[in-house]
Nanobody
Framework: VQLVESGGGLVQPGGSLRLSCVAS????????MGWYRQAPGKQRELVAT???????NYADSVKGRFTIFRDNAKNTVYLQMNRPEPEDTAVYYC???????????????WGQGTQVTVSS
């Protein structure tokens, strides 16, 4: 299973940015999909997750500003970042919990990360 993220870069405070993550390879089913981030000197933290049925969960710091959504037909998860703040600067990682076969247990898979820098 491979995860490829895109959409990171430099964005001004108050602007917008959309991250994408495409999962490929031998995938039987995907349960949860999510975004995590890690700023310099800090631990990786949850940003947002979305289940296969569409239920979402957000970190308090991004509620009302970021939106996670997914396209199951394309095995893709997105993170729409509106009104980003300098504190959102971090490497953003895509995560999925998936099965590679019907009888195999679920496992977590991670992308390589994409840098998001919020600065004027």
């Amino acid at each position: 299973v491979q995860l490829v993220e895109s959409g990171g870069g430099l964005v001004q405070p108050g602007g917008s940015l959309r991250l994408s993550c495409v999962a490929s390879g031998t995938i039987y089913s995907i349960n949860a999909m999510g975004w995590y981030r890690q700023a310099p000197g800090k631990q990786r933290e949850l940003v947002a997750t979305i289940t296969s049925s569409g239920s979402t969960n957000y970190a308090d710091s991004v509620k009302g500003r970021f939106t996670i959504f997914r396209d199951n037909a394309k095995n893709t998860v997105y993170l729409q970042m509106n009104r980003p703040e300098p504190e959102d600067t971090a490497v953003y990682y895509c995560n999925i919990r998936a099965r590679t076969a019907r009888t195999w247990p679920e496992a977590d898979y991670w992308g390589q990360g994409t840098q998001v820098t919020v600065s004027s």
